[in-house]
């Protein structure tokens, strides 16, 4: 969660999401985020196990991992059941005071 805590960082992961695989330059391309900045959020997303990188020539590709989110993931669905049984409480409620 640390990871994705950060704006710029959690933008810098959905621009890798949403691509196949995306190199530093075109992070940096139209970010307004610096090649260096893009590079530190790069290195802390990976370090958090949500992406990878494959070095390719001069440049390194980098491509989510999805297996990383699991922990995330987790915690929510823990989380879900007790939000799942408070809307239900709710309902009930709702429907009591107005049938």
Sequence with gaps: MRALADPTRRAVFERVVGSDEITVVELTRGSGVTQGAISQHLKALKQAGLVTERPEGRNVYYRAQPQGLAPLA????????????????????LEEIDP
């Design 74 to 93: 987790d915690w929510m669905n823990h989380y879900g059941a007790f939000w799942r049984k408070r809307f239900a409480n709710l309902r009930t409620l």
